[in-house]
T-cell receptor, first 114, second 111 residues
Framework: DGGITQSPKYLFRKEGQNVTLSCEQN?????MYWYRQDPGQGLRLIYY???????QKGDIAEGYSVSREKKESFPLTVTSAQKNPTAFYLC?????????????FGSGTRLTVV | KQEVTQIPAALSVPEGENLVLNCSFT??????LQWFRQDPGKGLTSLLL?????REQTSGRLNASLDKSSGRSTLYIAASQPGDSATYLC??????????FGRGTSLIVHP
């Protein structure tokens, strides 16, 4: 079955460390997105990519970095510059430029600073 | 910029009630509207996708309607069950087709 796989499900980061969250999709979707979700708050867009080798900052990109070297993969790195990284991170994908098919989400990664 | 509002923010009802969740948006030039369900600590599961040319979609006990001219969508849940307890979000493609989300309605259905 096609879908989006996020790994790991839980991730612990020490102060000053960079960590990378994985997002892989086999839906042949062009566009991929990263969102952050905090308790009691809505989804906030971190980065998005509409084609391979191209990505754009979202509303809260500071302290994060991404790459899009393959259509299937859109990893997110949480750098030491992100002062409050503890949150639930969600990856999504869609067909580029076509709203007809909607969006598909992964199951999320919960990141905790220890 | 598209803005999405969901009312109510929270809802607690006894089992068996019929429910209406509301989603309003500011820009009516939309391609579609999608309703999601999120269980605690989980990702978003798509429930219904309504194309801009449609007025409603149904799946089991769920029915979603779309009125572009008034900037509103409703999600109707018939005969609610405790298993329906979750947060329900609506999303619309905004600029560059990036989805814009409401903050969701947190639903508790108690036995």
């Amino acid at each position: 079955d096609g879908g989006i796989t996020q790994s790991p499900k839980y991730l612990f980061r020490k102060e000053g460390q960079n960590v990378t969250l994985s997002c892989e999709q086999n839906l042949n979707h062009d566009a991929m997105y990263w969102y952050r979700q905090d308790p009691g708050q809505g989804l906030r867009l971190i980065y998005y990519s509409q084609i391979v080798n191209d990505f754009q900052k979202g509303d809260i990109a500071e302290g994060y970095s991404v790459s899009r070297e393959k259509k299937e993969s859109f990893p997110l790195t949480v750098t030491s510059a992100q002062k409050n990284p503890t949150a639930f991170y969600l990856c999504a994908s869609s067909m580029r430029g076509q709203g007809d098919y909607g969006y598909t989400f992964g199951s999320g990664t919960r990141l905790t600073v220890v | 910029k598209q803005e999405v509002t969901q009312i109510p923010a929270a809802l607690s009802v006894p089992e068996g009630e019929n429910l209406v969740l509301n989603c309003s948006f500011t820009d009516s030039a939309i391609y579609n509207l999608q309703w999601f369900r999120q269980d605690p600590g989980k990702g978003l599961t798509s429930l219904l996708l309504i194309q801009s040319s449609q007025r409603e979609q149904t799946s089991g006990r769920l029915n979603a309607s779309l009125d572009k001219s008034s900037g509103r969508s409703t999600l109707y849940i018939a005969a609610s069950q405790p298993g329906d307890s979750a947060t329900y979000l609506c999303a619309l493609p905004g600029g560059s087709y990036i989805p814009t989300f409401g903050r969701g309605t947190s639903l508790i259905v108690h036995p």
